[in-house]
């Protein structure tokens, strides 16, 4: 596996000059959304390579995906995970490293079927060894999250630009629905510590909160307080929101958000993954569902082509 994708960093380097999205908690920045593969990295790419184990994909994959979910959705997990690793291995992405439960975390969660659970993840890895996710000879970027209301959303809606894998898609999740409910001032608050320009009269602030546009999927690409205009997922983010897809409500001096799913809605849904598991799905079938046009393919399988 190690030489493989060794291989594949000196031959196939050129397959990487291309827009890469930077994703998570870290936020849109349209100044770091692109980036590449410089020819004279080779060499740094060569040994950052060599870095990629499999095991260490097991405890991403125990703390990324619970061991509850159905065994096809766990190996669709699996292969995420390693195409994730394999593009840090790559300079392909360079913020928001996945971490792991620890041994002494996992023994502590599962006590006594710690063996039988850790043996499962085991094997969701092992029969899905060296497979990784590609579009056009590329890893992929795989971005997925909890559940949304129905849809996924397009890269487009979220970031400007068009990633042909992640479009919208219907999604048979068990939605996470959850109810936040905030104060006037906390929300001033929280929103005139990111925003110091902020001009907005608490008392009357029902009247100056306006959301301006939804995607098709129903998340919030935009949303006016005051004087400010800031994107949905700045606003989620600012008041600890599940996701950007909510509903506003006034009650006295307080706001309830109906908030619908959970994460930002681009790529897989772990949730509906295991909606597609229990209807006989294997993973194969539920990453190409999210993933649009992509091949699942191991980094032998891609070099012999270069």
């Known amino acids: 596996m190690k030489q493989l994708i060794k291989e594949c960093a000196v031959v196939g380097i050129s397959l990487f000059l291309i827009p890469i999205i930077i994703i998570y908690s870290s936020g849109y920045n349209r100044q770091n959304i692109l980036t590449e593969i410089r020819a004279e990295q080779v060499g740094q790419v060569e040994q950052e390579a060599t870095l990629l184990d499999e095991s260490l ?11 509850k979910y159905e065994y096809e959705a766990i190996k669709a997990q699996a292969v995420i995970i390693r195409t994730y690793m394999a593009r840090r291995a790559l300079g392909m992405q360079v913020k928001a490293e996945l971490s792991g439960y620890t041994e002494e975390e996992m023994k502590q969660l599962w006590q006594n079927e710690y063996e039988s659970i850790y043996e499962m993840y085991k094997e969701a890895i092992e029969e899905t060894s060296d497979e990784m996710m590609f579009y056009n000879r590329q890893p992929i970027q795989p971005l997925y999250h909890k559940s949304n209301g129905g849809l996924t959303r397009n890269a487009k809606d979220v970031y400007d630009i068009e990633v042909p894998y992640l479009v919208s898609v219907e999604s048979q999740d068990e939605t996470n629905n959850t109810q936040m409910k905030l104060s006037k001032n906390s929300i001033v608050e929280a929103l005139s510590k990111k925003y110091p320009e902020l001009v907005a009269d608490e008392k009357n602030l029902e009247n100056q909160i306006q959301i ?5 999927a129903g998340y919030i690409k935009s949303i006016q307080v005051g004087n400010v205009i800031l994107s949905g997922e700045a606003f989620k983010t600012l008041l600890g929101l599940e996701s950007s ?28 993954a295991n909606e597609m598991a229990k209807q006989g799905k294997n993973y194969k079938d539920i990453l190409a569902y999210y993933y649009s046009g992509i091949e699942i393919k191991t980094y032998n399988e891609v070099s012999k082509n270069n």
């Open 57 to 67: 994909i097991m405890p991403i994959l125990a703390k990324e995906i619970s061991y």
């Open 212 to 216: 301006i546009e939804k995607d098709e």
């Open 245 to 272: 897809n909510f509903r506003i409500y006034l009650s006295g001096d307080h706001f309830i958000f109906d908030v619908i799913g959970s994460g930002r809605g681009l790529g897989l849904s772990q949730n509906g």
